[in-house]
């Protein structure tokens, strides 16, 4: 503008960004500015505390050279497609059917629910015992007249990954139906009444028009799950504490225990890079389009 | 939430019908499951969850287990029970919840009614860090707050908790507001209100259910937040690691009443804001007509 | 000078100019009308006028005060928006004394105010309810007493009448007219709706693409349209546009043009100077109510022309029969009475009022002035 502003003027262009300038320093500081710092570190010697002695790529060859490491990766790729695969058809199929006007919905819903509201510790206790074999689901079988059944998934190195599973898709498949439900009531009834008056069945109509309809539901599940996939720590950590042995160890835990308590701080800060790297491949895209979307 | 009533229904038949109602309430069971052994095991003595059936109603109701988990149970060294970790608790969530609700709400005000060149990158930066994986932060931050003399303190607790949480709060508000029609803000403008005064007069008076959805979703995050508890709580821990620290330890004999018992005291508040929030909608559900 | 100076003003975002010089001067007590398709720039050059957006280039002065710069709230206008922007969670009373509040008016003195414009809008019962209560034609008034409380120097209009149902765009368009009538105000009025600029209007800016196509009183824009898209933009049904060739017969210049058979009929023109373009291609305007049958013709005009031709399909509307024929090769509309007997796929003899015609140059689409 050529001509003089008033002072009014000139002072409510700058509040707004005087306003918001505190969140974005300190997101540009304790966020990126720490993942730099992360970063570099990844390239030193650290040992119990920071220390600046370059050493490459020495902390990524060790890392991979691992076989802690070599069974976090794989535990996380059996757990993350088991536990995204479960949730979303779980969440699918209860949404289809809450759909249905169900008589009670108002009372079903709170309850699948419920388990996004707990910590993933009380979430692990509860499950820690109940799937117990001493105290738990074996022993109740056993005194209901089930003498032969066994389930000692929690206590064998082989399957206790599967019980991390059982009680993830537990917490958050409720959250999945939520999100699936949404979608679906949000489908213009008119397009369903025309599918039917052009003779769709019931499976063809939510085969042919309603699934293909619900693909952002889709891909906000998939972005939702896979991310909290990846960050599980509490309740690897409340469920089996990495155990039997090291059997369920996963990237988190592994970051953990190589930083803070085997004071290998460069290891754990070349797997916490991993996990970022993971992880922003899935984000990045998915927020880019988001944010052009909206724009 | 948008009044969305219309079911996707198909017309089925009565045995397709009976399956889905089966299927339903064998899903509600499982979910429920849990919940039910944690309740009817905390309120028994210890003999009867290691001599009886888990499932089994108690035979003598006893509420010992809940005042051992609150008041005497050992928690690492100390036999404190989980009173003092559950005030750390509230201490750190009440005003990191407030910080960061407040901050969201301004920032996603500016963002809708204010925006500038970049905006979209500052909002873009801003939302990604609420995906990073935390892992990435551990080691600079428990050096920051060493040095800023935080570490192990609720205060250094609450600073982590906003510094992480405003990317939510501001996402909420910033969707909620963009669909806020603009031209009453410059309505406002040209019946003489400033930036400080459109947000108090205009918006914040409309925000009441997004700000319902942003405390609600920060105290959830905040309250069952692990990862930074046991990292930097030190001498402040909250309730989800004293928890854990009561159902890990390894000495004694493993009291699962008094777990049990634990779990509930830790489940509670945001069991509690849970239920809130569904009678809340409905009182609004009552009286937004219109 | 006028009351409100519109000098020059240009509005560009980044290196796209999206206003190029415009230049109008309100005079005060007028009612100006800023009318255009979507994309013109009309609310662009409203915000402008408002502060609600900045100036890139030129100067906008208000009562001889120039603004650029000065804070929407400082510059003694109003504005009433699309959407009524009524403060959802305020009584109306609220609603419409906020500016005041704001601007540190004391609270009997805004009272007094409140009272004399709701009385004036007949809203007096409405003051203590919610927005969210009232119907469109309710919300429009309290959105224009809001700006009437103010007692500004200039009303803004944004499209204040686009989402009302049409009964009720009508009976508030008169209302807005009656209330211009009594209080004597200045009034800027953006609107898409030519009918609108038409009707309420003192004088009215035409625009598309960033510039003033034209600035005229109504008559002036709607009988010597400037160019093609004033002709063509302003009037429904909209104005025929025919191609012709300009014929000398009996040393007067003729319109040669094409009838649904093919044949060439000639039709005096009342413009003597279209003796230049003999020989040569023009456009030719004909509104739809100067094409009519015989009887329905205009008795003052003098030069009223014969034209039979072949009916392509009739229009009943009631009041008027739209008829459709083919002229050059191109769809035109007469606009006849509802009575006159036309059949479609048979030829009528009617009667084209050559005094209303307008020449257009087809290279510039710039009106040919007599």
């Known amino acids: 503008m050529a001509n003089e502003v008033d002072f009014r003027t000139r002072l409510q262009d700058w509040l707004p960004k005087l306003v918001l300038a505190p969140s974005f320093a300190v997101t540009l500081l304790f966020v990126y500015g720490f993942i730099l710092f992360t970063i570099v570190l990844s390239f030193t010697g650290s040992k119990m505390l920071p220390k600046f002695t370059w050493v490459g790529f020495e902390n990524y060859h060790k890392l991979f050279a691992l076989p802690a490491w070599h069974t976090a990766i794989v535990n996380i790729a059996i757990f993350a497609t088991l536990y995204i695969v479960i949730c979303t058809l779980i969440g699918l199929m209860l949404a289809i059917f809450l759909d249905q006007k169900i008589r009670g919905e108002g009372v079903l819903r709170p309850i699948y629910l419920y388990p996004m509201a707990l910590s993933f510790i009380v979430t692990g206790t509860a499950w820690k015992w109940f799937l117990d074999p001493g105290i738990g689901l074996e022993r109740i079988m056993h005194q209901w007249g089930w003498e032969s059944f ?30 699936f439900l949404a979608g679906l009531r949000g ?94 491949a899935i984000m990045v895209p998915y927020l880019y389009a988001e944010l052009k979307e909206k724009k | 939430m948008a009044a969305v009533t219309q079911d ?15 299927t339903l309430l064998l899903f509600a069971l499982f979910y429920l499951l849990p919940l039910y052994v944690m309740g009817v095991n905390s309120l028994k003595p210890l003999s009867e969850i290691t001599g009886g059936n888990m499932m089994a109603l108690p035979s003598q109701w006893t509420l010992d287990p809940w005042r051992s988990a609150w008041s005497t149970a050992q928690i690492g060294v100390e036999p404190t029970g989980l009173k003092p970790y559950f005030l750390n608790s509230i201490l750190m969530v009440v005003p990191a919840v407030a910080i960061s609700t407040i901050v969201g709400a301004l920032n996603g005000y500016v963002l809708t009614k204010w925006r500038f060149r970049g905006d979209t990158w500052v909002f873009g930066l801003m939302l990604f860090s609420c995906f990073i994986p935390f892992q990435i932060v551990l080691i600079p931050m428990a050096v920051v707050l060493g040095k800023l003399g935080l570490a192990g303190t609720v205060t250094g607790l609450i600073l982590v908790h906003v510094v992480y949480g405003i990317g939510f709060t501001t996402l909420y508000f910033r969707n909620y507001y963009a669909s806020f029609p603009t031209e009453l803000v410059r309505a406002a403008m040209i019946d003489g209100a400033g930036f400080f005064r459109i947000f108090w007069r205009i918006l914040l008076p409309v925000s009441g259910p997004i700000a319902v ?78 | 000078m006028g009351f409100l100076d519109i000098r020059n003003v240009t509005k560009s975002y980044g290196p796209v100019e999206v206003l190029h010089r415009i230049d109008i001067a309100v005079e005060e007590g007028e009612f100006l009308v800023l ?65 005041l509040e704001m601007h540190g008016v004391p609270k009997p003195d805004r009272d007094r105010a409140l009272a004399d414009v709701a ?146 009929r000639h039709l005096r023109f009342s413009q003597a100077n279209l003796a230049e373009w003999a020989g040569k291609s023009i456009h030719l305007g004909i509104r739809p109510e100067a094409i009519t049958d015989p009887e329905g013709a205009d008795r003052k005009s003098g030069n009223i022309q014969p034209f039979t031709n072949r009916v392509t399909v009739t229009e009943p509307a009631g009041s008027d029969t739209f008829v459709t024929m083919t002229l050059s090769g191109k769809d035109a509309i007469a606009r006849m009475r509802a009575d006159a007997a036309v059949v479609p796929g048979q030829h009528f003899d009617f009667a084209i009022n050559m005094e209303k015609a307008v020449a257009f140059d087809p290279a510039t689409e710039e009106r040919i002035t007599p």
């Open chain 1, 150 to 179: 066994s389930f000692t998934w929690i206590k064998d190195g082989e399957m206790a990954l599967y019980t991390i599973v059982i009680a993830a898709v537990w917490q958050t498949s409720g959250f999945v139906m939520a999100m």
């Open chain 1, 187 to 280: 489908i213009d009834n008119e397009i369903l009444k025309a599918a039917q008056i052009d003779g769709a069945s019931n499976w063809q109509l939510y085969r042919r028009i309603v699934i293909p309809l619900l693909r952002p539901a889709f891909l906000s599940a998939f972005v939702i799950l896979s991310h909290l996939a990846i960050k599980s720590y509490d309740l690897v950590i409340a469920l089996t504490g990495g155990g039997p042995g090291r059997a369920t160890e996963m990237p988190a835990t592994f970051m953990y225990s190589y930083t803070f308590t085997r004071n290998q701080m460069g290891i754990g800060a070349s797997s916490a890079v991993i996990m970022l790297m993971t992880i922003a």
């Open chain 2, 8 to 22: 996707t229904a198909v017309s089925t038949g009565r045995f397709t019908r009976a399956l889905i109602y089966l």
């Open chain 2, 213 to 290: 959805v942003s405390v609600i979703w920060q105290f959830t995050n905040i309250w069952n937040d692990f990862l930074f508890g046991v990292s930097f709580g030190g001498t402040s821990q909250p309730m989800t690691v004293a928890l854990n620290n009561l159902v890990q330890s390894s000495t004694g004999v493993k009291e699962y009443n008094v777990h049990f018992a634990g779990a509930i005291l830790a489940a509670l508040p945001t069991l509690f804001v849970y239920i809130g929030r569904y009678f809340v909608r409905g009182l609004m559900a009552g009286s937004v007509k219109g």
């Open chain 3, 35 to 99: 009318v255009g398709p979507s994309g013109c720039g009309k609310s662009t050059l409203l915000n402008m006028i408002a502060g609600l957006e900045g100036i890139s280039g030129g100067e906008i002065a208000i009562k001889g005060r120039v603004v650029n710069g000065v804070h929407p709230s400082k510059r003694n206008i109003a504005m009433v928006f699309q959407s009524y922007a009524l403060y959802p969670n305020m009584t109306v009373g609220q609603n419409m004394t906020f500016g």
């Open chain 3, 119 to 264: 009385k004036l809008l007949q809203i007096e019962t409405l003051l203590d309810r919610k927005p969210g209560q009232l119907s469109g034609g309710q919300r429009q008034r309290v959105a224009m007493g809001r700006a009437l409380v103010r007692n500004p120097d200039v009303f803004l209009f944004d499209e204040p009448l686009s989402n009302l149902d049409a009964k009720l765009r009508v009976d508030m368009r008169t209302e807005i007219k009656k209330l211009h009538q009594k209080l004597k105000t200045t009034i800027v009025y953006v609107t898409h709706d030519q009918i609108e600029a038409l009707t309420l209007s003192t004088r009215i800016a035409v625009m598309n693409k960033g510039h003033v196509q034209q600035l005229g009183t109504p008559k002036e824009i709607y009988d010597t349209p400037a160019n093609l898209f004033v002709a063509t933009f302003m009037g429904s049904p909209a104005m025929n546009i025919v191609p012709a060739t300009v014929e000398m017969q009996n040393g007067q210049p003729h319109a040669a043009i094409a009838d649904a058979d093919g044949s060439i």
